[in-house]
Nanobody, 120 residues
Framework: QVQVVESGGGLVQPGGSLSLSCAPS????????MAWYRQAPGKQRELVAS???????NYADSVKGRFTISRDNANNTVYLRMNSLQSEDTAVYYC??????????????WGQGTQVTVSS
C-alpha cells in the first residue's frame, strides 16, 4: 500500500508566500514523475507544475515565474514554493506521484489534498 502525504497549506495574504511538501511512503520500488495539481471550487482539477526524475519541470502558464517545483530524490519528496500568491491561487492542492510499486507495476498515486487560501 502506498500513501501520499502533503503538508504546508494554509491562509496567506495576497502577495505572500507558502511552501508545500509531499512525500509518498509504503511499498514503492521507484518514483517517476511528481506533480502538483489544484482544484478550486466549481472548477476542474488542473496541473500546476510537474517534475521528472532528471529535474525537467513544467508549469501552468498562470503560475510561471511565481511558483517553483523541486524534488529531493534521496528522500522521495517534492516541494512547491509559491510566491506572489493571488486570490486566484485559492484551491485545494493535490500531490501526484507516478511510481513503480513493489511488483513493478506503474501506478498513479494521489495525496488527500491541502487547502491554500489567499485572502486579506
Amino acid at each position: 500500500q502506498v500513501q501520499v502525504v502533503e503538508s504546508g497549506g494554509g491562509l496567506v495574504q495576497p502577495g505572500g508566500s507558502l511552501s508545500l511538501s509531499c512525500a509518498p511512503s509504503g511499498n514503492i520500488f521507484s518514483i517517476n514523475a511528481m506533480a502538483w495539481y489544484r482544484q478550486a471550487p466549481g472548477k476542474q482539477r488542473e496541473l500546476v507544475a510537474s517534475i521528472t526524475t532528471d529535474g525537467t519541470t513544467n508549469y501552468a502558464d498562470s503560475v510561471k515565474g511565481r511558483f517553483t517545483i523541486s524534488r529531493d530524490n534521496a528522500n522521495n519528496t517534492v516541494y512547491l514554493r509559491m510566491n506572489s500568491l493571488q486570490s486566484e491561487d485559492t484551491a485545494v492542492y493535490y500531490c501526484n506521484v507516478v511510481a513503480r510499486n513493489i511488483i513493478r507495476a506503474v501506478r498513479n498515486y494521489w495525496g488527500q489534498g491541502t487547502q491554500v487560501t489567499v485572502s486579506s
